[in-house]
Every structure is written in structure tokens, then in C-alpha cells.
């Protein structure tokens, strides 16, 4: 008799670590940059080997989580696609993840290659605005004038504004005043020509 487990079983634990992993990752990277592997390794109950198999780098491990974010963004944007508020609720559902996911945005400023690591995500992203935009131009709800680099640098905006704010409840607060302002400037009132 032998104590390994069969193989369907070895898989299913292999994702179970690694789920455990991911939200061990998104619960620490919430509230901060300085996430250390072993800090994420012990909060998901696994062993350093088993992190490292999954996530070869922090870099590695924040792109995934990031990826996470915006496979829930694409999802969001299926089940509004051809509202002409899609946008909008796209907009307003990527500054929560701004403010719940703080701690990637730190962490790519202060490095490079997790940066890099982010930009497939931020192209994902960009493919996955362009429709509802143009919808929401169509419909006369915003400026013909914004456009997808605008929306970058709105979130950009929003993250500065939560720069050395420790608490999430105050972030969350700023970044909904951000967002407020920002829609202020691009909406386009019922009737205006």
C-alpha cells in the first residue's frame, strides 16, 4: 500500500494550494507593497517549495493576482456589454480594485519588473474599455474627446491621490472622490450637444 494520494487528488490539492495562495496574496497586497514570499507562504499554509513552484517571483505572484482583477473586470464587461453605461460601471468597479488591490500599484512604481509583469494586464484592460467607451460616446454620455489613455490617467490620478493613505477605509473615500470629480469633467448631462 502506498501513501501517495491518486492523481486526481494530487491536482486537486495542487489548485487548492494554489487558490490559498492567491488569496493569501490579494488579502497582504490590499494594504501594502512590502509583501514578502515567506509572509504569503505562511498566511495560504503551504511551504515556501510549493509557493515558489506555483509563483517563481513577487513579480510573478502580483501579475496573477492583477490578472484575477481583470478576468473579474472582462467578466463585468460581458454582462454590461452594449449598455451605454458599461463604462461607467467598468470605471467605477476598477477604482474599487484600485483601492483593493493598493498595494500592486506601490509595488510596480518601486519595481521595474513587476511593472513589466503588469503589462499584459493593462493591454487586456485597454481591449476590454475600448467598446464600452465608444458605446457611451454613442449613447451622448461622455465627451467624444476621452479616450483609453485618458482612462489611465484617471486611474493614475485616483492612485496618487492614495499615496500614504495606511487606511483603506480613507483611500476607499479618496478614490471615490477622485472618481466623482473625474465623471464631473467627462459625463455628458441628459441633452448637452
Request: hydrophobic share 50%; glycine share 8%; aromatic share 4%.
Amino acid at each position: 500500500m502506498t501513501d501517495l494520494a491518486p492523481p486526481d487528488q494530487l491536482r486537486r490539492d495542487a489548485r487548492d494550494n494554489r487558490a490559498a495562495i492567491l488569496a493569501a496574496a490579494r488579502a497582504l497586497f490590499a494594504d501594502s507593497a512590502d509583501v514578502a514570499m515567506c509572509q504569503v507562504a505562511r498566511r495560504a499554509g503551504v511551504g515556501q517549495a510549493t509557493l515558489y513552484r506555483n509563483f517563481a517571483s513577487r513579480g510573478a505572484l502580483a501579475a496573477e493576482v492583477l490578472a484575477e482583477h481583470v478576468d473579474r473586470i472582462a467578466a463585468l464587461a460581458a454582462e454590461h456589454a452594449g449598455q451605454p453605461d458599461a463604462f461607467f460601471v467598468l470605471l467605477r468597479s476598477l477604482i474599487d480594485g484600485m483601492v483593493g488591490l493598493h498595494g500592486l500599484a506601490v509595488l510596480a512604481r518601486r519595481d521595474a519588473e513587476t511593472d513589466s509583469q503588469f503589462e499584459p494586464s493593462r493591454r487586456r484592460l485597454a481591449k476590454l474599455l475600448k467598446d464600452p467607451l465608444c458605446d457611451a460616446k454613442a449613447a451622448g454620455t461622455l465627451r467624444r474627446d476621452f479616450a483609453i489613455d485618458d482612462v489611465f490617467l484617471a486611474l493614475g490620478m485616483a492612485r496618487g491621490a492614495m499615496e500614504g493613505l495606511a487606511d483603506p477605509g480613507a483611500r476607499s473615500a479618496v478614490a471615490h472622490r477622485v472618481l466623482a470629480l473625474i465623471l464631473a469633467g467627462i459625463e455628458r448631462p441628459a441633452g448637452a450637444a
